[in-house]
């Protein structure tokens, strides 16, 4: 099984700063790895997959980029309404498997 | 639209069995991709529970393995989990969705596995 390694567990940004969040695999997952946000009460909802390819109606602030097995979420100026848990997760191999998240709050 | 609903019941007893279906909406099962159970205890991370094609074949998490059938009925375009033997570490709110990089969710249902 693939384990998925985030950090930080909590990011505290100012709104309009740049939020960098890490995901490390502890075996190579090519660029098969997805970010996904979550809310409170919400369901998680895909930002990015193929690594860096943004899903349908991402904003152009979100990039996701990769080197061997380490990932990052980069958010170039955090609005308000990107303060949320974000996590990463590899579909390379079965079974699929979950970094434990990042929150990203209000500093 | 893609949409995907979660239904069953919201309270199961200890030793018993969870029972979930997904309705899936706006595409048809037989067109392709893995549908999957996802879920995520209260006030923690997401656990991939399994995954199943339209042909049946499955992938399981393996900590869940021997207790999880996951099925597809094509023919009503939904698919559905059991959980055997449940504690109340399998209360959880419960998703379905699709694909290996899961552009649809379920809105989710909690589950409570309570006496």
């Known amino acids: 099984e693939i384990v998925m390694t985030q950090s930080p567990a909590t990011l505290s940004v100012s709104p309009g700063e740049r939020a960098t969040l890490s995901c490390r695999a502890s075996?190579?997952?090519?660029?098969?790895l997805a970010w996904y946000q979550q809310k409170p009460g919400q369901a998680p909802r895909l930002f990015i997959y193929?690594?860096?390819t943004r899903a349908t109606g991402i904003p152009a602030r979100f990039s996701g980029s990769a080197s061997g097995t380490e990932f990052t979420l980069t958010i170039s100026s955090l609005q308000s309404e990107d303060f949320a848990v974000y996590y990463c997760?590899?579909?390379?191999?079965?079974?699929?498997?979950f970094g434990g998240g990042t929150k990203v709050e209000i500093k | 639209q893609v949409q995907l609903q979660e239904s069953g019941p919201g309270l199961v007893k200890p030793s018993e069995t969870l029972s979930l279906t997904c309705a899936v909406s706006?595409?048809?099962?037989?067109?392709?991709?893995?549908w999957g159970w996802i879920r995520q205890p209260p006030g923690k991370g997401l656990e991939w529970i399994g995954s199943?094609?339209?042909?049946?074949?499955?992938y399981y998490s393996p900590s869940l393995k021997s207790r999880v059938t996951i099925s597809v009925d094509t023919s009503k375009n939904q698919f559905s989990l059991k959980l055997s033997s449940v504690t109340a570490a399998d209360t959880a709110v419960y998703y379905c969705?699709?694909?290996?990089?899961?552009?649809?969710w379920g809105q989710g249902t909690l589950v409570t596995v309570s006496s």
């Open positions: 193929g690594a860096s």
């Open positions: 969705a699709r694909g290996n990089s899961i552009d649809h």
């Open positions: 706006g595409f048809s099962i037989n067109n392709g991709y893995y």
């Open positions: 075996q190579s997952v090519a660029i098969n």
């Open positions: 997760q590899q579909y390379s191999n079965w079974p699929l498997t």
């Open positions: 199943v094609y339209n042909t049946g074949s499955t």
